[in-house]
């Protein structure tokens, strides 16, 4: 394992390969943020300027993304091969041969062929310590090495907890953002639109005639025109 962490150290800086990702509680902003996309998983997802990030917040999630990358990229075949080792030594195994067990042992380095090097230890440590859960197969026997499709989903388990915020922090940056009025212009636009309508309504109670009608509706449709214009801005 020394040699794994120095391999991985070369290739990630100081990063321990088999820790776990830092943690990173959302704020309630962020929250909403994702929340509030519509379209998710789709080609395209947007979510109303209003609920957007601004510039400050979406660093905060550029920066996360950065600090997540190590942890969402494969292992390399000595790291995967170092602690599928681990794991074999410390279970018998059910069938022997040498063929049977180089088979086998490719067979594991295949099924892992995406997971990083802290999923799959932390997956090797589930069975080791008799912490795996049930995934719909039944009981777990902790007498034998899971096989390598049932060890991939106890990694795996433990990679998405990276690979799924990695996913909605770049749906989060992705999303179209869809312009939409400010509380303070729909306000605004709000007090124009009952002043328009006090406005016309006196113009037709002090004269009934055609042409103030006409002349009535003539100044509302421009003022509904400034009025969507401004909401466009």
Not at 37 to 64: C, F, L, Y
Not at 197 to 205: F, H
Request: with cysteine.
């Amino acid at each position: 394992m020394n040699q794994l962490l120095t391999q991985h150290q070369q290739r990630q800086g100081d990063l321990d390969p088999l820790q776990a990702p830092p943690t990173f509680s959302w704020p309630e902003w962020l929250r909403q943020c994702h929340q509030a996309i519509e379209g998710k998983g789709g080609i395209v997802s947007v979510v109303d300027s209003d609920r957007a990030p601004t510039g400050e917040q979406r660093k905060i999630i550029r920066n996360r993304i950065g600090e997540l990358q190590p942890w969402i990229i494969e292992a390399t075949q000595e790291e995967k091969a170092a602690i599928v080792t681990q794991l074999l030594l410390a279970f018998p195994m059910q069938s022997s041969g040498e063929t049977a067990a180089t088979y086998r042992a490719k067979a594991y380095l295949d099924a892992l062929h995406d997971v990083p090097a802290w999923a799959i230890d932390a997956g090797r440590r589930d069975w080791q310590d008799g912490k795996a859960r049930d995934l719909g197969g039944g009981r777990p026997d902790f007498r034998f090495a899971p096989s390598p499709p049932v060890f991939r989903m106890y990694a795996v388990a433990h990679a998405n907890i990276a690979w799924s915020e990695h996913y909605r922090l770049r749906e989060i940056l992705n999303a179209k953002i869809r312009k939409v009025p400010t509380k303070k212009q729909r306000a605004r636009m709000a007090a124009r639109l009952g002043q328009l309508s006090a406005d016309l309504a006196e113009s037709m109670a002090v004269d009934k005639s055609s042409e103030a009608q006409r002349q009535a509706e003539r100044r509302a449709r421009l003022q509904l025109g400034d009025i969507a214009k401004e909401a466009a801005k």
